[in-house]
């Protein structure tokens, strides 16, 4: 079914870049501590309240797991533990969670076992919500560096001032893109039975997303708002919808101040592209009718997502065959999808 064929044919690889393309290749990863990524929160913790904080440290470990390791030294429920964001497993994470102690005492976190640290501990009013994060610092070490290091050096100073896709990463689909067949299932269904097959549907979303922005590049139109776009401002929730690019936005999308989106589908919300973008957007789904009716009838609501993702700090050094990369990135953009617009051959685990 054409479907199937639709799932099993997507590949990241396969989208386009926006500067050129790849002018190395290189290896990451080679070791956990390669690749390394740090939370920030977007607020200051109180000192008091019912739910503790905890600043983690893991190693080879995704985030699901560490989270089940703090709920069962402190003794509580799984659900009881929160997290903002998932983080890679192969890799070295610095990343926020918090438990729900109302009237408990802080839990003896002492018998952790190695690969968990914990580095701070504060106590907050409210739970740590998913998507909670101001940005994350990333810190990655490239071996087995070849290639033009001259065109690099440009290609990095370009994303620098521009930006780049926002390209939702392969881990994002699981192991061999399996989530996508997976999904099938539960879109006929029109409902999910567990956590993990809500996975599956994400990676339904990120994969028209990604088909979405594809298109738009190709077009040249991925940062340029044609009429009834809805736009994003830079570090918020914050949407509008624009009828006329005029100098105001014009200047705002170069200051990377706000930046034209892309659809997660589902459901119709209160802020939806209008006009000529509605019938863009439409077009560009239309042979993906299975898997945008499905995510309706599972009820997913629409959301919108940045086409463009800006990277802050970018700072570099070559060292012979060495890269040494540390950059900045808004929540929710993957550091793969940047990697990808200057490197070949960069393996990573699709474990998260």
């Known amino acids: 079914m054409i479907h199937e064929q639709q799932a099993d044919s997507f590949r990241v690889a396969d989208l386009p870049c926006v500067h050129g393309g790849p002018v190395a290749s290189g290896v990451i990863r080679a ?52 997290m903002a964001g998932l983080k890679d497993k192969h890799a070295v994470t610095r990343q926020w969670f918090s438990l729900h ?69 392969e881990q994002r689909f699981g192991r061999g893109y399996g989530n996508l067949r997976r999904a099938i299932a539960v879109l006929e269904r029109g409902a999910t039975r567990s956590p993990v097959e809500g996975m599956y549907l994400s990676a339904v979303r990120s994969m028209l997303f990604n088909l979405v922005l594809a298109a738009r590049i190709s077009a040249g139109n991925w940062c340029s708002p044609m009429c009834g776009d809805v736009m994003q401002l830079s570090h918020s929730n914050s949407l509008f919808r624009v009828d006329d690019a005029d100098a105001e936005i014009i200047n705002r999308l170069s200051e990377k101040q706000i930046h034209v989106t892309g659809p997660l589908v589902g459901l119709p919300a209160r802020i939806m592209p209008e006009d000529e973008a509605l019938q863009y957007e439409e077009s560009l789904l239309r042979e993906h009718q299975f898997w945008v009716e499905g995510l309706r009838h599972c009820g997913l609501k629409v959301d919108r997502r940045p086409l463009r993702a800006p990277a802050g700090e970018i700072e570099f050094n070559l060292h012979g065959d060495q890269l040494q990369l540390e950059f900045t990135l808004q929540r929710g953009s993957y550091a793969t999808s940047l990697l990808r617009e200057v490197l070949t051959q960069v393996p990573y685990s699709m474990d998260v």
């Open 101 to 169: 102690l109302p009237g408990m005492p802080d839990p003896d976190f002492s018998e952790l076992p190695s690969g968990v640290r914990i580095l701070q501990q504060q106590r907050h009013t409210r739970k740590l919500r998913r998507g909670a994060i101001r940005l994350n610092r990333f810190r990655l070490l490239v071996r087995d560096l070849q290639g033009d290091t001259d065109l690099l050096t440009e290609r990095l100073q370009l994303i620098s001032r521009h930006g780049f896709p926002n390209y939702f990463g």
């Open 31 to 82: 070791v956990p501590e390669d690749f390394y990524v740090e939370e920030s929160l977007p607020f200051e913790l109180s000192g008091e309240g019912e739910h503790l904080y905890l600043f983690v440290e893991k190693r080879e470990l995704n985030s699901g797991d560490a989270a089940r390791l703090l709920a069962t030294a402190a003794g509580l429920r799984r659900r009881k533990v929160s």
